[in-house]
């Protein structure tokens, strides 16, 4: 029945909710890859949408909206009434559930919440509460904890009998609290395994585990996740309670995204994620706020030109070269400030190495600025005949690239130690810089050799 | 007596060094995070690398060597004869063996796979064939295996001898292979707790586990972990024998290695990550490449100015806005790679989606065009007083940007269609035509109202 063209599976799709044929449109899902089933649902129209989502069981929709980015998520589940939403919601996993809340509009969220069984909800309102690049907001509440007077008999029969619940915690390990639940010990599950019934798991559990703080920051935990090949950590608040554990894989993920964010901020794609089943005028306006911002750095830079019109009409072939000009030195330092970015999200670099951080730069900027210098100023030579229009520009580029160079090693450190986003500021300001410098430089070396360039 | 400086630890790290304190070291070594520490290393010299790790144990000292980018790992294991470097690779886990070998000079990578224990070698010899981006390059080979016949007794047995070891292996399954090694189920261990010591495990096995090809491709992989909550994976040969076990976490890192690979290749860093520990020249040689290839295409670009050298003279206005056009083109392009690279990384894009890309950027470049060709346009006109010199500037950046939108969503697609890097070369292509197509406009538009122009 399901005819998979897997080329256009969202049509096929299209069709099956339009039957109303709930098999159908679950096993046709199921047969989905992640991606082919992100990409299906971007192609739906709102109603589509609402339809897949309301056709099937809340568990089964809550395992598609689970599979979508959050913004895409967001919209999807936005299609749907509160009381339809806060079904699936209800569903998902405690750390995708508040991901996906904050990507809700506001009034939404909370009419969504009200909808949800009060438990629930509060859980939710309690994780919102944290950023989400801090353990707190990346932790799950799904694991288990035990008092420390619990027998391992007890355990035991707990395990059983919820047994199937517990099936989707992925845990092999039991957190054991006192009676404020304050964190006091770790138990292995398998070392029940090896253990007399009415042993308490006081004496069993492991005393004083890592923990980290609901306030650790994304950098603390990839420090902590690189030293140590913990699975998971406990996460207790500021009385020492335990509010949650987090996983790896959920720091591993934040990282990932953090370093996909940064790349498209870097870009000027600033407002996290875009992706192209959003409304045309918002991915329009969106990247129309950075650009023009840098259209303002350009008339800046531009200026400079501007300044030396007399020169320029004389030695015309300047304006050949000073597009290349402006254009390599932003490379050269684009690639500085790769390597920074790239050395401050590995925790290599701290804001205070900016001095060696400058240090080694520069030298890779003299010998690439003289390579560059070199090529341009010789191919210029060569074009006009004119040696002096070779010196011009050579120099320019090679003393040019230098402090592109050492810029774009070192911006990226004090922006964040100035707490601003190094991502996002560091390209504009860079080649704002480099060309208004690199013009400065051909063109007021140009005038100084007037009598040598003008023909 | 280890005053812990926290701005330069790799002083203090020195002068522990120096004076062969290995219990000082170990726990100075300890006591740093995991980013302190790779920048001490990459602070020491050589010969304070090499001391460090032959005053560890093998073991600390792997420990070391496993938390050090890749790069840096292998530089630390080359300063080591190859006996000494066997030790510490042994202790390593797997899949990190292969990795590090990798990373290494050939015949140095020989020497120590000879000085290690022939059967760990075989194993890594066996893990470095496979590409570093499949299920085979990324899985470990810890992992728990019993053959169907083995009673819940005799693993328990096993769990329980082995403790030690198995510790390290973070493992919640074991895996249920027959007498050909194929594999014929999964076994939870925490379902020997609930059952007699007589059962065989093939009985208490759930049959026919999820597995994947030890050729599996990365994208292949997200796709599964994106779809299922797995923790891990069995991996199997063609031959469907078990060959290891791929963890969530694994897929994870792999896929933020990748995204961050493409964010420096993007700017021009292009044999993997640089770190500014390397020797200068290799860096100043690696970025030169790249930037050599650039200078090339720029110069392309800039002939199409040297062709209208005449227009130029006689409106040398035109001069200072040529580079704004060309930085512009290139912002408003970069933005939709941007979005392109990520929608490919996610998945929800692939190459046959062209037309629909283009549909969708054209529109945004046409909205965006419009609102910085206006911008330029105005500024151009009040600046000369000239409403046709806004024109020519105006109209070149709006159809300009619509083309390097257009392009800049597609030419990713174009790429991976020819299996070639979208990250490495849809930047330069954009630019380059890009700024070859809107030098051409502005000055072939600007030949046309000569007249009008020239003062």
């Not at 901020?265 to 005028?281: A, D, N, T, W, Y």
Request: aromatic share 6%; net charge negative; charged share 25%.
């Amino acid at each position: 029945m399901t005819t998979l063209e897997p080329s256009k599976p969202w049509e096929d799709l299209s069709s099956l909710l339009e039957s109303g044929s709930r098999s159908g449109v679950k096993s046709f899902v199921e047969d989905l890859h992640a991606g082919e089933l992100v990409r299906a649902v971007s192609r739906l129209d709102e109603e589509h949408v609402r339809l897949l989502l309301t056709l099937l069981d809340p568990e089964d929709a809550a395992g598609i909206v689970d599979q979508l980015p959050d913004q895409q998520a967001a919209a999807s589940v936005e299609t749907l009434e509160p009381e339809e939403a806060a079904l699936i919601v209800q569903e998902m996993p405690s750390a995708e559930q508040a991901d996906l809340l904050r990507e809700i509009e506001e009034d939404e969220a909370q009419a969504i919440l009200l909808a949800m069984d009060p438990s629930s909800a509060d859980e939710v309102r309690r994780l919102s509460r944290y950023a989400s690049d801090v353990a707190g907001g990346l932790m799950g509440t799904e694991f288990l904890s035990y008092s420390r007077e619990a027998s391992v008999e007890s355990v035991i029969k707990d395990l059983r009998a919820n047994s199937h619940r517990y099936s989707e915690y992925v845990v092999q390990y039991a957190y054991i609290i006192d009676k404020q639940k304050r964190l006091t010990g770790v138990l292995r599950l398998r070392d029940l395994l090896l253990s007399p019934p009415t042993r308490r798991v006081k004496e069993l559990m492991l005393p004083k585990p890592v923990r980290v703080s609901d306030e650790a920051s994304l950098d603390e935990l990839r420090d902590l996740f690189d030293a140590h090949s913990y699975f998971g950590v406990p996460v207790t608040d500021s009385s020492d309670r335990l509010v949650g554990v987090l996983k790896r894989e959920a720091v591993e993920e934040a990282l990932a995204e953090r370093s996909d964010n940064d790349y498209l901020k870097s870009q000027g794609i600033v407002h996290g994620e875009e992706l192209r089943s959003m409304p045309l005028f918002t991915r329009s306006r969106r990247r129309l706020m950075w650009l023009s911002l840098n259209i303002g750095l350009n008339f800046l830079a531009a200026s400079v030109i501007a300044l030396y019109e007399e020169t320029l009409t004389q030695v015309i072939a300047l304006a050949v070269f000073l597009p290349i000009i402006s254009d390599m030195s932003g490379c050269s330092g684009n690639q500085a400030v790769a390597v920074s970015m790239r050395e401050l999200s590995l925790g290599v670099l701290r804001p205070q190495d900016i001095w060696r951080v400058w240090s080694k730069e520069v030298l890779v900027g003299f010998l690439n600025g003289v390579a560059l210098g070199l090529l341009i100023g010789t191919a210029a030579w060569l074009w006009k005949g004119n040696p002096y229009l070779g010196l011009v520009v050579g120099g320019a580029l090679a003393l040019n690239t230098m402090v592109a160079v050492s810029l774009g090693g070192t911006i990226p450190l004090i922006l964040r130690s100035l707490k601003m986003d190094p991502a996002l500021a560091s390209g504009p300001i860079l080649t704002t810089v480099t060309d208004m410098f690199g013009f400065l430089l051909t063109l007021s070396a140009a005038s100084f050799f007037l009598a040598k360039l003008a023909s």
